[in-house]
C-alpha cells in the first residue's frame, strides 16, 4: 500500500511535569494502539517559569487564557526558574526514556534549557548556540547510553548558527521547522548536509478552542489535514498527554485506517540526500501561536 498516506507523530517534551505525567499516559495511549511515535525530550532544567515574560507579548496571555495554561501545566511549573529551582526534566526519569525505546518509540533530543533556546536563540553566536546543543546531546548520550541521532528545536526555533551546530554534531535529521516536505535548509548564504523534516500540520495548542473544542470537530479537522505522502504532527506532552488527553485518544482512533504511521527515524533513513530540495529558512507566523516560528520557504 505504498499510496497510503503516512503521518509521523513527533512528541516533545517541554517540562517536568510533562515528562513525568504526560509521557506515560502517552505512552500508555499508543502502545494500547500499537502506534509508534517519536519522542523528543528536554535534556537539561525545566525553566518554564521564565517564560512568563512572553506574557507581554502579545498573543501569548489570550493564547494562556484560551488553552487554559495554569490548569494545563500546573502554577508550580509556571514558577520553575524564578521563585522555585528549576527541575531536571529527562534527568529525573531515565526510566521513561528506556520504557518508550523498549516499546519500540524513537527517542530524540528536544533542547537543553527549552526556554533559553525558544527565546534566546535569535541572538546567540556560532560558540554558544553549539554549547546549548551539546549540552542537550551529552545528556541524552549519558542516560541512553548511545548517542542522539535527532533533535527538534525548541519552540521551532532556528538559525544559520544552530543549522552549522547540528551538522557538525553528525545527526541523521532534525525537524525544527514548520513545513510541506523534508528538504535541506539554506541559511546565512549556505545549504546545510542534515535532512529537515517539517512538522506539516497545525498543532492541538493552536487550533484548540478556534476549530472547535470536541473530538468530532477537531478530527474532522485533522483529518483535513492529510496530505499524500508525508504528514507530521507535533504533539506536546503537557497538552495532549495531561488535560487534552481525551481528544489525543480519540484523533489516534479517528486516523485509524487513514494513515500508516510511522517514526521520523525510519523516513530519514529512506531519504536520498543529494536529491533533496533546497529550501531556505525564514521566519514566520502561524496561526493560532504567539512569536516567530521558522518555516520552510519555496525551493531555489
Ligand atoms: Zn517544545
Not at 549556505?190 to 473530538?215: H, Q, S
Not at 487534552?244 to 517514526?263: H, I, K, M, S, T
Not at 536529491?275 to 507566523?285: D, F, I
Amino acid at each position: 500500500m505504498t499510496d497510503t498516506p503516512r503521518l509521523a507523530l513527533k512528541v516533545d517534551v517541554d517540562t517536568y511535569v510533562g515528562m513525568r505525567d504526560g509521557v506515560p499516559r502517552l505512552q500508555a495511549a499508543l502502545d494500547a494502539r500499537g502506534i509508534p511515535a517519536s519522542v523528543y525530550v528536554s535534556c537539561g532544567p525545566d525553566h518554564s517559569g521564565r517564560a512568563l515574560r512572553r506574557i507581554f507579548k502579545p498573543g501569548f496571555l489570550a493564547k494562556m487564557l484560551r488553552t487554559n495554561a495554569p490548569g494545563m501545566y500546573g502554577w508550580r511549573t509556571l514558577l520553575y526558574g524564578t521563585l522555585l529551582p528549576g527541575p531536571q526534566i529527562a534527568r529525573s526519569f531515565p526510566e521513561h526514556l528506556r520504557a518508550l525505546a523498549a516499546a519500540g518509540h524513537e527517542i530524540g533530543v528536544h533542547g537543553y534549557d527549552h526556554v533559553y533556546w525558544h527565546d534566546r536563540l535569535n541572538g546567540l553566536g556560532a560558540d554558544a548556540t553549539t554549547a546549548e546543543l551539546r549540552r542537550g546531546l551529552a545528556v541524552f548520550a549519558e542516560l541512553t547510553g548511545t548517542p542522539a541521532t535527532a533533535f527538534a528545536a525548541p519552540g521551532w526555533q532556528c538559525t544559520a548558527n544552530s543549522l552549522a551546530a547540528i551538522d557538525a554534531a553528525g545527526l541523521r535529521y532534525h525537524s525544527c521547522t514548520r513545513g510541506r516536505a523534508p528538504y535541506r535548509p539554506e541559511a546565512g548564504g549556505r545549504v546545510f548536509a542534515t535532512p529537515e523534516i517539517p512538522t506539516t500540520w497545525p498543532t492541538l495548542d493552536e487550533v484548540y478552542g478556534r476549530v472547535g473544542t470536541d473530538a468530532a470537530s477537531l478530527n474532522a479537522f485533522y483529518r483535513a489535514q492529510i496530505q499524500p505522502g508525508l504528514n507530521v504532527h507535533t504533539i506536546h506532552a503537557e497538552v495532549e498527554g495531561m488535560s487534552l488527553r481525551p481528544l489525543f485518544e480519540a484523533l489516534l482512533d479517528a486516523l485509524r485506517g487513514q494513515v500508516e504511521f510511522v517514526r521520523l527515524i525510519d523516513v530519514a533513513g529512506g531519504l536520498d540526500r543529494a536529491a533533496l530540495p533546497r529550501c531556505p529558512v525564514g521566519n514566520g507566523t502561524v496561526e493560532g501561536r504567539a512569536g516567530t516560528v521558522a518555516v520552510q520557504g519555496a525551493p531555489a
